[in-house]
């Protein structure tokens, strides 16, 4: 059975909750996703593509994706896209790896 940590690129498996927290605060300021077409004003937390901040509450529609353009992208060799509306890259990974995943 694969483990979360044979597809978490970000490693929150062995993240302390400040550590995570610290990382989605980092994240938040690198992301593009603000400036994204489909971006909707309104979620707590951007850099959809990071294990636990889930898709937007806000955005209902994909008007465009920015996501290969990213820093964040980028910099943690993401493979995916539309993660604010498709939910983050470690539950699109066990999507299409596994068949599994949450909505």
């Known amino acids: 059975m694969s483990k979360v940590s044979d597809f978490d690129k970000f490693g929150v498996e062995a993240m302390s ?23 909707v004003e309104g979620d707590e937390n951007i850099a959809f593509c990071f294990p636990l901040t889930g898709a937007s509450t806000a955005i209902k529609q994909e008007k465009g994706c920015m996501c290969d353009g ?12 539309h993660y604010c509306t498709r939910c983050s890259q470690l539950c699109q990974t066990y999507k299409t790896e596994l068949g599994a995943g949450h909505e």
């Open 17 to 39: 909750k400040d550590e995570h927290n610290g990382l989605q605060s980092s994240l938040n300021e690198k992301c593009l996703c603000a400036g994204c077409p489909s971006y």
């Open 70 to 81: 990213c820093p964040v992208y980028k910099e943690y060799e993401l493979t995916h896209g």
